[in-house]
């Protein structure tokens, strides 16, 4: 079993659809990551929480750390949301180490 | 700031030769990762330098790799001789020197080995 997985792994919404990814971890962290890729572009750091709740623009991520589950929600998505979505875990004993989950891959059709 | 800047973007070459991917990290960053991506593996870190210096190696798979930071502001990864099996998607990050703070990802260089 992998220490973070994510679900779904792959996911088509129509545009204006309200999206959500999951992430499920079976280690203690320290700090959760949500990162978007691209089509052959580079990894852009989206969010990173180790409590609570955070926000930018059409996109919102939360974690409740005693399920160990964090999600990824996109209101009002649009093509340009259409990316790989990766969630990585910083473990407690390690400040600079990242577990990565296996990415869920989101097309946004217009 | 321009971000984290690698070169080459892509890099096809022949097994057996060497190849040299590079790393340009964000000004007053600390901490500098080399990361591989692959279809099978997904995200693997390779090597993670702190203050220039080689913190975590345990990722390089084998002799062939190698990783220098000889300053601040540059970084390399070598592989020597090269194979088929190391063409993946070279990933190079850097961060504060804060742990647990975000990392700043480069473009990444898509190398192909035949």
């Known amino acids: 079993k992998n220490e973070v997985e994510q679900s779904p792994q792959n996911l088509t919404a129509q545009e204006g659809e309200f999206i959500t990814i999951n992430c499920s971890y079976s280690?203690?962290?320290?700090?959760l990551h949500w990162l978007q890729q691209h089509p052959g572009g580079g990894i852009v750091s989206l969010f990173m929480l180790s409590s609570g709740k955070k926000k930018h623009g059409r996109l919102i991520a939360t974690i409740n750390i005693q399920e160990k589950h964090s999600s990824l929600h996109i209101t009002a998505s649009h093509p340009r949301d259409s990316a790989v979505y990766i969630c990585a875990v910083n473990p407690p004993d390690s400040s600079y180490k990242l577990i990565f989950g296996s990415g869920t891959r989101l097309l946004v059709r217009p | 700031d321009a971000g984290v800047i690698q070169s080459p973007r892509h890099e096809v070459t022949e097994m057996g030769q060497e190849v040299t991917l590079r790393c340009k990290p964000i000004s007053g960053h600390n901490s500098l990762f080399w990361y591989r991506q692959t279809m099978m593996r997904g995200l693997e870190l390779l090597i993670y330098f702190n203050n220039n210096v080689p913190i975590d190696d345990s990722g390089m798979p084998e002799d062939r790799f190698s990783a220098k930071m000889p300053n601040a502001s540059f970084s390399t990864l070598k592989i020597q001789p090269s194979e088929p099996r190391d063409s993946a998607v070279y990933f190079c990050?850097?961060?504060?020197?804060?742990?647990?703070?975000?990392?700043?990802f480069g473009q990444g260089t898509r190398l192909t080995v035949v």
């Open positions: 990050a850097s961060r504060p020197g804060l742990p647990n703070t975000e990392a700043f």
């Open positions: 280690v203690g962290i320290s700090a």
